[in-house]
Every structure is written in structure tokens, then in C-alpha cells.
């Protein structure tokens, strides 16, 4: 039985980086052997990195805010503290704890939302993390660059749903590579583990 049969590798990766830019690091040429996690391409992050430095500064400035906002919530906690034993010796009127009263629940509210605001300025901050990471391209496993389609200094785009676009980097892993064959049905029965097979 001799058939035309292709060689193929059970780990394969297509790559592509996951936002579109200028290619300003590219280390992965056709036949360059390279390791998990090293890095492959890069796209232009100035643009990402300058984002990512106003919201960090947004950060502190809402954790400034809300430090201040917490502080006076807790001195108002103090007064209205203090207002209640005088109310209760008789010394402070109930119009007045009231007031108090009002004026620490508003506090602690402004001190509350100050606290969300951060947490909210603080995600801002992770998903300028996150988009920085999508300018590169890192092997994910060991393997050997199979095809690169693209230079330093040009632009790449992600491929959008439902439109193919090539890989910028293909690679596999050379040491899980076999050959698929098609048998005939009629010799199909024949087949057992450990059959010689010869590959030319």
C-alpha cells in the first residue's frame, strides 16, 4: 500500500498580537528555535503606556480623595459619639444630636462613594495592564518558527470575527511530528501496533 501522506505536528500555534500597531520588536525568523514564554514581536505601546500613566495618576488622586472624604466621616463619627452621651445626660437637645446625626451619615456616605470611585479608577488602571500585554507576542510553547509574515516597521492587524486573516508567526513543536496516511478499507483489517512503516 503506498500512499501520499502528510507530515504534521500535534502542537502548532498560529500567532497573532491581539491589537493592531506598528511592529517595533520582532525576534523570529523562518528555523529559529525558541522557548516558552520568550518574546516574539511587539507592537508600538506608547500610546498604552501613556494611558496607563493617567489612570495611575487618577488612582492616587481618587485614593487622596477618598482618604480625606474617610477621615472626616470618622471625626464626624467622634462629634456625633461625643453628641449622644451629652444627649443622654440631658445636656444636648434632640434637634441638635440630630444634626449631628445627619451630618455623620452624610460624611460616611461621601466616604463610601469615595471608596467606590477608587475601586473604580483602581479597574481602569488593570485594564491599561491588560492592553499592554495584548502588544505582545510570546511563544507558548518550546518549538521552531515554521513562517513569519511580517518585518519590523509595519503595521499588523488582529483578525476580526468571521475574516480570516493570515498568522504573523507560525511555529510548532518538532518533537511531536508524525504522518498521516490514508489506508484502504481492504487493508485496514491488516493494521496492528507495530507494524514497520517506511517513510520516504
Known amino acids: 500500500n503506498s500512499k501520499a501522506g502528510t507530515v504534521k505536528a500535534r502542537k502548532r500555534a498560529n500567532l497573532s498580537s491581539d491589537i493592531g500597531g506598528r511592529v517595533v520588536y520582532l525576534d523570529a525568523h523562518e528555523g529559529k528555535r525558541v522557548k516558552k514564554g520568550q518574546l516574539l514581536l511587539k507592537v508600538d505601546d506608547s500610546e498604552l503606556k501613556a494611558s496607563l500613566g493617567l489612570a495611575e495618576r487618577a488612582f492616587e488622586s481618587a485614593t487622596a480623595t477618598m482618604k480625606e472624604a474617610c477621615v472626616a466621616a470618622d471625626l464626624t463619627k ?90 504573523v508567526i507560525d511555529m ?9 496516511a490514508p489506508i484502504d478499507e481492504t487493508d485496514a483489517a491488516k493494521l496492528r501496533t507495530g507494524l514497520p512503516v517506511r517513510v520516504s
Open 78 to 167: 467622634k462629634e456625633f459619639d461625643r453628641n449622644k452621651l451629652l444627649h443622654q445626660q440631658g445636656i444636648v437637645s434632640d434637634a441638635i444630636l440630630d444634626q449631628v446625626s445627619n451630618q455623620y451619615e452624610v460624611a460616611r456616605a461621601r466616604c463610601e462613594a469615595a471608596r467606590a470611585d477608587a475601586s473604580r479608577v483602581r479597574a481602569n488602571v488593570d485594564v491599561s495592564k491588560a492592553a499592554l500585554l495584548k502588544t505582545e507576542v510570546r511563544a507558548p510553547f518550546n518549538g521552531i518558527v515554521v513562517q513569519v509574515t511580517t518585518e519590523l516597521g509595519e503595521f499588523v492587524t488582529p483578525s476580526p470575527p468571521g475574516v480570516p486573516i493570515p498568522p
Open 172 to 180: 510548532l513543536d518538532e518533537t511531536g511530528i508524525y504522518v498521516e
